[in-house]
């Protein structure tokens, strides 16, 4: 389980900027809302809300740009390759300046804190410590090509700093050569799940995984399906028709998922039944819930955190809705959701806490900056009241975020 994110110069972001998980001293919805440790109180979920090239997007691509980098540093570049890293380009300092990763993670039990800086170039610190009870101990620190490896805590580790790429990342490295903590802290990585509609975001996958998920067994099957007619889309069953190819020049058909409904007689009474190609006759919306189904249940079942960008795009505010619904339950005991979003009507004191909704803005500069509604406090330095009316009071500015327009 996550409990913090921290992202420094990188694209909007450039001072440090943190999204932390747990739990804040705010009293309401505490038995639904809240993953419970023995170590920490987590949230479940959290929702970024801002007005348009704020950030939020940007906050998700960071966590992706570490994970994807975490997993494949070690084994997917060469010795002399550039890092595809983008630093805040708004401020002659930065453009040259490393940018800055961190995670506190909960994994059996243990929180670990692990991180690194980069440029294009060269990883120039990187480091890696286990709290136990209230003190942290490093496992190992690096700055440049100088390693502090603690060889008690971390044996995987000793000996195989040379090894190590200038441009690679040292956990990745250890990872790869069968080192069990490094190898857990890769795994987290692994498990995040990252969904968007933003073809520019890097993470869509056309609807594959809920497909795949949906045939790996009929359990999967009757949970998706549930889903499905819970969200009041009109179906009856789903199923995915497999593609075949016949004939020596014929190319290979894609599977195609096809969603049942029911035909009515002149009397309305059922009299039998047709079958829609999902992405042929069903809404944009109904498509969208389909590809999010096989996530959402895959995520509560296993304990994975799931990431989305624009969750509210093209579905109903109350299918969102239901979604967030989904993972604050009591049901779920060990999956967290990040979402951005523009729906204002998930701004409800009922759905969520006020350490769970987070907004970023911008300064004059172009900076960005992300703060939570738990520690935003009014004009007269008063805290927001768990009572108050957040979507009224956020469309009325007063926590800033929104866009100040004028008429067109």
Request: proline share 1%.
């Given at each position: ?245 016949s004939g020596f020049l014929d190319t290979l058909r894609e599977n195609s998922v096809e969603l049942l409904h029911t035909v009515y007689d002149e009397n309305n009474k059922p009299a039998d039944s047709v079958n829609f190609d999902l992405y042929q006759k069903e809404s944009r919306g109904t498509a969208k819930f389909f590809n999010l189904a096989g996530y959402l249940i895959d ?110």
């Open positions: 389980m996550l409990s913090k994110f921290t992202v420094g110069n990188f694209k909007v972001f450039k001072e440090k900027n943190t999204l932390d998980m747990r739990a804040a001293t705010v009293s309401e919805l505490s038995e639904t809302n809240l993953l419970l440790t023995e170590r920490e109180k987590l949230l479940k979920s959290v929702a970024v809300y801002g007005k348009n090239a704020s950030g939020k997007s940007n906050l998700l691509n960071a966590l992706s740009f570490m994970s994807s980098f975490v997993i494949s540093s070690a084994k997917d570049t060469q010795s002399n390759e550039k890092i595809s890293i983008d630093p805040f380009l708004l401020n002659s300092e930065t453009k040259q300046a490393d940018s800055h990763f961190e995670i506190s993670v909960c994994i059996s039990e243990k929180i670990y804190r692990y991180g690194f800086e980069v440029n294009k170039d060269r990883v120039t610190k990187e480091w890696l410590l286990e709290r136990v009870k209230t003190k942290e101990y490093p496992l190992f620190l690096r700055v440049h090509d100088s390693f502090e490896i603690n060889g008690r805590k971390f044996s995987e580790g000793k000996n195989k700093e040379e090894w190590t790429r200038k441009n690679a990342l040292f956990l990745s490295l250890c990872a790869q050569l069968n080192g069990q903590i490094s190898q857990t802290i890769i795994d987290w990585f692994a498990d995040l799940v990252f969904v968007s509609d933003n073809l520019r975001a890097g993470f869509y996958d056309e609807g594959k995984f809920s497909e795949n998920f949906l045939t790996e067994n009929e359990e999967n099957r009757l949970e998706i399906l549930g889903l499905l007619k819970k969200a009041d889309v009109g179906i009856e069953d789903v199923r995915v028709e497999k593609g075949d190819s995520a509560v079942r296993n304990g994975k955190i799931i990431v989305i960008d624009e969750i509210g795009t093209m579905m109903h505010t109350l299918l969102s809705k239901a979604i967030v619904l989904y993972f604050n339950s009591e049901q779920n005991r060990k999956a967290q959701l990040i979402f951005t979003t523009h729906d204002t009507n998930l701004l409800d004191n009922e759905l969520l806490r006020r350490d769970q909704i987070y907004f970023t803005e911008k300064d004059k500069y172009g900076a960005g900056r992300l703060y939570s509604l738990a520690d935003f406090k009014t004009a007269d330095q008063q805290k927001i009241r768990k009572d108050a009316d957040y979507e009224a009071n956020y469309l009325r500015g007063r926590y800033g975020a929104i866009p100040f327009i004028q008429q067109f």
